[in-house]
């Protein structure tokens, strides 16, 4: 299979909130001592900023094909059947996903109007996160569906 790119816009991202993250929490610790006192808004910034960074995350490891799996009955079957069967979860995966993204939409619709408890926007920003990454893993998982018609199924041996 090829090796995917070493950047990507999903690992990029994830990174980049991964960086403001840590700013974001030093400014909570650093704002329990008596250097000074931190915002009220550092405490759900950072749980947002996790949650958009792990799902942004979840979507890199799909780009990578890094999920964990046990492959050791699938590399028993020729290569033919091998393909098929890996189509076949991949196609169970993108339904699964399409209905996460459908729930996804949904759930930004409706809380749309939320107020935030300390932030300037609403609850949908954070709910919109899994939104995101659901599309971001179907794009993944077409474009594997895709790349699967005219290149042969070998996988790396599993655990």
């Given at each position: 299979m090829?090796?995917?790119?070493k950047?990507?816009?999903?690992g990029?991202?994830?990174?980049?909130?991964?960086?403001?993250?840590?700013?974001?929490v030093l400014?909570?610790?650093f704002?329990?001592?008596?250097?000074?006192?931190?915002?009220?808004w550092?405490?759900?910034a950072?749980?947002?900023l996790?949650?958009?960074?792990?799902?942004?995350?979840?979507?890199?490891?799909?780009?990578q094909d890094?999920?964990?799996?046990?492959?050791?009955?699938?590399?028993?079957l020729?290569?033919g059947?091998?393909?098929v069967?890996?189509?076949?979860i991949?196609?169970?995966?993108?339904?699964?996903?399409a209905?996460?993204?459908?729930?996804?939409?949904?759930?930004?619709?409706?809380t749309?109007?939320?107020v935030?408890?300390?932030?300037?926007?609403?609850?949908?920003?954070?709910?919109?996160?899994?939104?995101v990454?659901?599309?971001?893993?179907?794009h993944r998982?077409?474009?594997?569906?895709?790349?699967?018609?005219?290149?042969?199924?070998?996988?790396e041996?599993?655990?």
């Amino acid at each position: 299979m090829k090796q995917p790119r070493k950047y990507s816009i999903e690992g990029t991202v994830a990174s980049v909130i991964f960086i403001v993250l840590i700013g974001v929490v030093l400014i909570q610790v650093f704002g329990r001592t008596p250097l000074f006192r931190g915002p009220v808004w550092t405490e759900e910034a950072a749980r947002w900023l996790w949650v958009w960074m792990a799902f942004i995350g979840i979507a890199e490891v799909e780009r990578q094909d890094g999920q964990l799996r046990m492959a050791f009955l699938a590399d028993l079957l020729p290569e033919g059947s091998r393909r098929v069967l890996y189509t076949v979860i991949d196609l169970v995966y993108l339904g699964i996903m399409a209905h996460l993204a459908w729930i996804g939409y949904k759930t930004v619709l409706r809380t749309w109007d939320n107020v935030t408890v300390t932030l300037p926007t609403t609850d949908a920003l954070l709910y919109a996160s899994g939104f995101v990454a659901a599309l971001l893993i179907l794009h993944r998982i077409v474009r594997r569906l895709i790349g699967r018609r005219d290149v042969s199924v070998t996988r790396e041996p599993s655990l």
